[in-house]
């Protein structure tokens, strides 16, 4: 398929466990963005990479968690030593490079349901 | 900071019926604002935008416009169908910048026949 995809789609760890999730962009995608949802709240933005730029790291909660991008490739999101409130949808969307209008629709993966015991 | 709110739902309503759906915004400068959709076992999906103020986005029979002096951008259907049962989320994103979206807590429809 041509979407975003992301696994697992589901996850169950248990506390103090690390986890990590993955997303594939759609190709030729430059950039990707990480958010999550948590039960009744809307998504919060976590972290976007765009091409080979650094990182905007200013929506990662804490320091438990940090995402890798090689290129405009495969993302990974790591969560070490998972706490109960880490429990929500982990959503990737990818986007291409900014358009002369200002605006690129980011696509959005079905997401991982994380679940931490 | 930007933020959205959005009415809470769920909101049902039958087959036919007017839909409304109401979103505010605080935000600094002009931003883009957005609907979501998210179908039941799918992923979000971009149902309409508006860019600037007084746009009007409009998608699948559904209608919003960008309303700067309210801050509002509610969405709006005419006639509701049963397939139109879904959650809907509110965004926005700064026009420069990286465009991260900042989205509403979600409202659920649900469209009984």
């Known amino acids: 398929g041509a979407g975003v995809s992301q696994s697992p789609s589901n996850k169950v760890t248990e506390k103090g466990k690390d986890v990590e999730l993955r997303c594939d962009p759609i190709?030729?995608?430059?950039?990707l963005y990480w958010y999550r949802q948590r039960l009744g709240q809307g998504l919060e933005f976590l972290i976007y990479?765009?091409?080979?730029?650094?990182?905007?790291k200013s929506g990662l909660p804490s320091d438990r968690f940090s995402a890798e991008r090689t290129g405009e490739s495969v993302s990974t999101l790591t969560i070490q030593r998972t706490q109960q409130e880490d429990s929500a949808v982990y959503l990737c969307?990818?986007?291409?490079?900014?358009?002369?209008?200002?605006?690129?629709?980011?696509?959005f993966g079905p997401g991982t349901r994380l679940t931490v015991l | 900071g930007n933020s959205v709110t959005q009415m809470e739902g769920p909101v049902t309503l039958s087959e036919e019926a007017f839909l409304t759906i109401n979103c505010t915004y605080t935000?600094?400068?002009?931003?883009?604002l957005f609907w979501y959709v998210q179908y039941p076992g799918e992923g979000l999906q971009l149902l309409l935008k508006?860019?600037?103020?007084?746009d009007k986005g409009s998608n699948k029979g559904f209608e919003a416009t960008y309303r700067k002096e309210t801050t509002s951008f509610h969405l709006e259907k005419g006639s509701v169908q049963v397939s139109d049962s879904a959650v809907y989320f509110c965004?926005?994103?700064?026009?420069?910048?990286?465009?991260?979206?900042?989205f509403g807590t979600g409202t659920r429809l649900l469209v009984s026949p």
């Open positions: 990479f765009q091409g080979n730029s650094a990182p905007d």
């Open positions: 935000a600094t400068g002009y931003p883009s």
């Open positions: 190709s030729g995608h430059t950039a």
């Open positions: 508006a860019t600037k103020a007084d």
């Open positions: 965004a926005l994103s700064d026009r420069g910048g990286f465009q991260k979206l900042v």
């Open positions: 969307a990818s986007s291409i490079r900014r358009d002369l209008a200002g605006f690129n629709e980011q696509f």
